[in-house]
């Protein structure tokens, strides 16, 4: 039997025994899908929007290897390089939270340790750095509202 028709039969016995667990259910995928996109679109808006009040972007989505985390968007505003978490909400009728408030102190871990590596590799010259928060609050049928928290945590984590 060729290798690639072993392998396939492999694959598919292997995915027999193993059953569909429960997150990869085609409700929970859908739901994936629609967050997935939801940040996406808000990475995006955000982009243009900071664009707009004069950040220079070097970088989107920024994921160094070997360690867990990403950057959504690296700029310069000015001589200061910010990097920015960008946080998405879909609102309902009935939510209250806020999306910033996400970013948890372990989120802002590892946004530091990934602009540390980011600058490591970048060889970036000597300049302030910041760490600014764009929320996005998306109402279906109007127009986003945008909140650029700026220096909204700092590199000294305790």
Avoid: C
Wanted: glycine letters at 6%; proline letters at 4%; a positive charge.
């Amino acid at each position: 039997m060729p290798i690639f028709s072993r392998l396939m039969f492999q694959a598919v016995r292997w995915a027999a025994r193993r059953g569909l667990r429960e997150e990869e259910n085609f409700a929970s995928l859908a739901k994936k899908l629609e967050a997935r996109s939801t940040g996406v679109r808000g990475e995006t808006y955000a982009y243009w929007y900071l664009r707009r009040h004069g950040y220079v972007f070097v970088a989107r989505n920024y994921t160094p290897r070997g360690i867990k985390g990403e950057l959504d968007l690296v700029g310069y505003d000015g001589k200061t390089l910010a990097f920015v978490e960008v946080r998405t909400r879909t609102v309902k009728e009935d939510a209250t939270a806020l999306p910033e408030l996400s970013v948890t102190k372990e989120k802002q871990r590892m946004v530091v340790r990934t602009a540390q590596r980011f600058l490591a590799e970048r060889h970036v010259a000597e300049s302030p750095v910041r760490f600014d928060v764009v929320a996005i609050d998306n109402h279906p049928g109007k127009p986003p509202v945008v909140r650029l928290h700026k220096d909204a945590f700092t590199s000294q984590m305790r």
